[in-house]
């Protein structure tokens, strides 16, 4: 980018510089600096309105001059260009890039629950309509076009952010296989959420619904059922958020008030 900046100045000084010592007194159409460069940038840029053309053998060599290098420039602009808005592209498919959203769902770790749960969200009332953001790093890229994708481990603050988790509205937690015990780690990851957005409905997935970690974590936390999640997208497909709120008490333990 330099370089072509660097050519495009040397053009511009030199064509502007010869193209007013051979045209200006000649041409009656050149009566000045501001011919001369309206000349060069509609020329440079091979749009050619024809009201200042060169007259002299010398301009027109000048003229020439322009037009190759011109070509050069905007050509290697708009490569540059489109090579940076596909870079930006590329960034926001493979989720490097911070989401812009508020009041929004994180879905943290994409298995075939989320994927279940993801095509049952168009149709859940108070869902529907809200972004969705996905964090997991199951996936190298995102899943559905139509939401945000964001890469990392749920467990990390800086992958949080990213996701926008100060401002989410609600948060599923998934349970990852990968790991001996996975509710431990999904009981981490829903603790350091609510811990960074404590108004967030947190839903956590947990094989044992009496895990011990359970009275440790912080107040707020919906412990679904796996094995109810999994009954339920065999029967009737049916992955209703709203069917976990009903009747459900928070798990966790309240804050201490304040002294």
Same mark, same amino acid.
């Given at each position: 980018? #330099?370089?072509?900046?660097?050519?495009?100045?040397?053009?511009?000084?030199?064509?502007?510089?010869?193209?007013?010592?051979?045209?200006?007194?000649?041409?009656?159409?050149?009566?000045?600096?501001?011919?001369?460069?309206?000349?060069? +940038?509609?020329?440079?840029?091979?749009?050619?309105?024809?009201?200042?053309?060169?007259?002299?053998? #010398?301009?027109?060599?000048?003229?020439?001059?322009?037009?190759?290098?011109? &070509?050069?420039?905007?050509?290697?602009?708009?490569?540059?260009?489109?090579?940076?808005?596909?870079?930006?592209?590329?960034?926001?498919?493979?989720?490097?890039?911070?989401? /812009?959203?508020?009041?929004?769902?994180? &879905?943290?770790?994409?298995?075939? +629950?989320?994927?279940?749960?993801? #095509?049952?969200? *168009?149709?859940?009332?108070? !869902?529907?309509?809200?972004?969705?953001?996905?964090?997991?790093?199951?996936?190298?890229?995102?899943? @559905?076009?139509?939401?945000?994708?964001?890469?990392?481990?749920?467990?990390?603050?800086?992958?949080?952010? /990213?996701?926008?988790?100060?401002?989410?509205? @609600?948060?599923?937690? !998934?349970?990852?296989?990968?790991?001996?015990?996975?509710?431990?780690?999904?009981?981490?990851?829903?603790?350091?959420?609510?811990?960074?957005?404590?108004?967030?409905?947190? !839903? +956590?997935?947990?094989?044992?619904?009496?895990?011990?970690?359970?009275?440790?974590? *912080?107040?707020?936390?919906?412990?679904?059922?796996?094995?109810?999640?999994?009954?339920?997208?065999? /029967?009737? %497909?049916?992955?209703?958020?709203?069917?976990?709120?009903?009747?459900?008490?928070?798990? %966790?333990?309240?804050?201490?008030? *304040?002294?």
């Amino acid at each position: 980018m #330099q370089l072509l900046i660097y050519v495009a100045v040397l053009s511009a000084t030199i064509s502007i510089s010869l193209f007013h010592a051979f045209e200006c007194g000649a041409n009656p159409n050149v009566r000045g600096w501001f011919d001369v460069v309206w000349w060069w +940038v509609v020329t440079s840029g091979t749009v050619g309105y024809g009201d200042v053309v060169p007259i002299t053998w #010398q301009g027109r060599s000048v003229a020439i001059f322009t037009i190759i290098i011109g &070509l050069y420039i905007y050509t290697n602009m708009v490569a540059i260009i489109a090579q940076s808005v596909h870079a930006l592209l590329e960034r926001r498919k493979r989720g490097m890039m911070p989401v /812009r959203v508020s009041g929004h769902i994180v &879905l943290c770790e994409y298995t075939a +629950v989320t994927d279940e749960l993801i #095509q049952w969200l *168009p149709r859940s009332k108070g !869902f529907c309509d809200l972004p969705v953001v996905i964090v997991s790093d199951l996936v190298n890229a995102n899943p @559905y076009a139509q939401h945000l994708f964001v890469y990392g481990v749920p467990i990390s603050p800086a992958v949080l952010s /990213r996701a926008g988790i100060q401002r989410a509205r @609600y948060v599923f937690v !998934f349970a990852n296989m990968r790991f001996n015990d996975p509710d431990v780690k999904t009981l981490h990851v829903a603790a350091r959420v609510l811990r960074l957005n404590p108004g967030a409905t947190v !839903f +956590v997935e947990l094989f044992q619904m009496d895990h011990e970690l359970l009275k440790d974590v *912080p107040a707020g936390i919906i412990p679904v059922s796996s094995l109810e999640l999994i009954r339920c997208a065999l /029967r009737h %497909g049916r992955m209703d958020p709203n069917d976990w709120l009903k009747g459900r008490e928070p798990a %966790g333990t309240e804050a201490a008030p *304040p002294a």
